[in-house]
């Protein structure tokens, strides 16, 4: 593990190159998130190892172990994290010690050492732990699958690719890309052996399909990081019929209400669906992220020459746009937010039906596919609004404009409607970088970092997701935020003075570099940026920034610049040529 983390990460932050040596391993504190329901894993294991001894306790919401004062039960060997299970494959009431006469009172116990290099930071300890913790699922269950033995590698324990799509996925495609091909041609050969590919699955089982068919997102992330050894004409032919072909039980698998999705272009309150069996439900968030499903499925067959496949799913991935209320308006505390226009739910027939935009928030209760069922998925419609990744500068337009789409952000942002312990709450701490305003997006993430990711017990906002919630911490620390599905990483200020990152696969090393980097972080705002010496005004990167051993140097100063406010610096988004 160490020799892992080392050779994949060449790490270096204030005055860290006055140590004679550095262990990543140091800072890694599994107990991060063992309270407050962070579900994690608290103990060690190797990189998608299968093996996780750990105490376990009769608490909800645990890994095994919990540091909220739960019971111990006993000791088992088999745990996953980030899914707020308890152990199911064995636990042993008795402890196994190796202390004189099986008494506690005779151990002795090795503790850390006083001594560090320099002071052990609070970033340093969340960010190498979020780095350990994204790295412990998928898991390689190679030579365990009792069904079939492809010869390849196999992966199991996908909790849940709605999930972990965002930033777990394309965390792996940095750090460990030869790990990533492999879990991508293992959701291939599930394809290949039982006809679809999954969205949840675990220890060789199905599990619900919770938001889209997101596992197109992981692969075509894949296809756009140029990963190798993936047969991507497979890939095409898997996410085609994801989006083409509805299973019966669509609960498990695949897309449901597939025929009102090509007829109305949306899919339906209440939808009636001949053709298969699911949860009747989240219409909003299922037409919202079908939307970005077909627009991932475009740019696949755009990769691979299939202009007619391209064109078809380009005009299906705007279907967000039939769910667009101009006139909606939404209430917290009845008082009028001063916003018009939300997505709403639409019967069958055009006429729309009613969800208040603050349902399933933390200021109207919460709600999933068995606890009060809703148009959306475990989120409200405040949330849900901005999850169009591939048209933002669109939805600019629909909420009036830049100005009025900052405004809405703020107002999200500093209330309670915006949870950032839930995965689609994540890109939007940097759409401020869609309207020119980048510098919101660094002074959003320096107030959810330290205030909802720490190195506490607690130091995690809710559920880590198997990883999702220290993925989302280490792409922020590092300054380098991902868009899934597109080549984009958008730049803000590093948590770091400097920090590098080997590429195993290539051998180059990719670095950013604060100039004027204030260890306070007074000076989160960047003024100026070079790349490789040259100036570069967008505030984003592709992924050849970390292949090809890049080096990003960011100007940083305490009051906001220019930098990052023309059109011409935004990222790209897709604008359709229709009215609509």
Not at 118 to 145: C, H
Not at 150 to 164: E, L, T
Not at 387 to 401: K, R, S, W, Y
């Amino acid at each position: 593990m160490c020799h892992l983390l080392i050779s994949l990460f060449v790490f270096s932050a204030i005055r860290v190159t006055t140590c004679e040596k550095f262990d990543p391993l140091a800072f890694v504190d599994p107990l991060i998130g063992s309270r407050r329901g962070g579900n994690v894993f608290a103990g060690a294991t190797l990189p998608d190892g299968l093996a996780k001894a750990v105490t376990d306790v009769d608490g909800e919401k645990t890994g095994g172990f919990a540091t909220d004062g739960s019971n111990i039960t006993g000791f088992s060997i088999v745990h996953d994290s980030g899914t707020g299970g308890n152990p199911s494959l064995g636990n042993f009431p008795l402890f196994p010690q190796l202390c004189p006469g099986d008494d506690l009172n005779n151990c002795r116990f090795r503790i850390g050492k006083p001594e560090q290099c320099f002071r052990v930071a609070d970033v340093q300890k969340s960010f190498w732990s979020g780095l350990y913790r994204n790295m412990i699922s998928p898991q390689n269950y190679t030579g365990e699958n009792p069904y079939w033995d492809s010869g390849v590698p196999y992966f199991d324990s996908y909790y849940c690719i709605c999930d972990s799509f965002r930033a777990q996925h394309p965390l792996l495609t940095v750090i460990d890309p030869q790990a990533q091909a492999q879990m991508v041609n293992s959701l291939l050969d599930i394809y290949k052996h039982e006809g679809w590919l999954p969205d949840c699955r675990m220890s060789l089982c199905k599990g619900w399909t919770q938001g889209g068919s997101n596992a197109d997102v992981v692969l075509v992330d894949a296809y756009v990081k140029n990963l190798t050894s993936i047969d991507w004409k497979v890939a095409l032919e898997a996410i085609t019929k994801y989006a083409e072909d509805e299973p019966l039980e669509w609960l498990y698998q695949g897309r449901g209400g597939l025929d009102s999705w090509r007829n109305l272009h949306y899919i339906p309150y209440l939808d009636f669906d001949p053709v298969g069996f699911g949860t009747n439900s989240r219409s909003v968030s299922r037409t919202l992220e079908y939307s970005y499903n077909d627009y991932c499925l475009a740019t696949l067959a755009k990769g691979l020459g299939e202009g007619t496949l391209h064109a078809k799913y380009m005009t299906q991935s705007m279907n967000w746009r039939n769910l667009w209320k101009r006139n909606q308006n939404s209430l917290v505390n009845g008082t009028d937010t001063n916003f018009t226009g939300f997505f709403q739910p639409k019967y069958m027939n055009g006429t729309w039906g009613f969800q208040d935009p603050i349902a399933c928030s933390n200021l109207a209760g919460f709600c999933s596919l068995t606890t009060n069922p809703s148009e959306t998925f475990e989120a409200s419609i405040w949330q849900y609004q901005f999850i169009v990744p591939h048209a933002v500068a669109t939805l600019i337009d629909l909420m009036g404009g830049e100005e009025a789409f900052v405004s809405r952000l703020d107002y999200f942002h500093a209330s309670p409607l915006a949870d950032i312990s839930n995965e689609p709450v994540f890109l939007t701490v940097y759409l401020y970088h869609y309207a020119g305003r980048p510098v919101l997006s660094a002074e959003r993430i320096h107030k959810y970092v330290p205030s909802a990711f720490n190195s506490s017990r607690g130091g995690l906002p809710g559920n880590d997701d198997s990883g999702a919630m220290g993925a989302f911490l280490a792409f922020s620390v590092m300054g380098l935020f991902p868009v899934a599905g597109q080549d984009v990483y958008l730049i803000t200020p590093p948590f770091f003075e400097e920090i590098s990152l080997r590429n195993p696969m290539t051998g180059k090393t990719a670095t950013a570099k604060s100039v004027g980097f204030d260890a306070k972080y007074r000076n989160v705002y960047i003024q100026s940026v070079k790349l490789d010496g040259e100036t570069w005004n967008k505030s984003w990167v592709g992924h050849g920034f970390f292949t090809e051993g890049r080096t990003l140097e960011l100007t940083l100063g305490d009051k906001e610049s220019d930098w990052g406010k023309g059109k011409e610096a935004r990222p790209p988004s897709y604008e359709a040529a229709s009215e609509f």
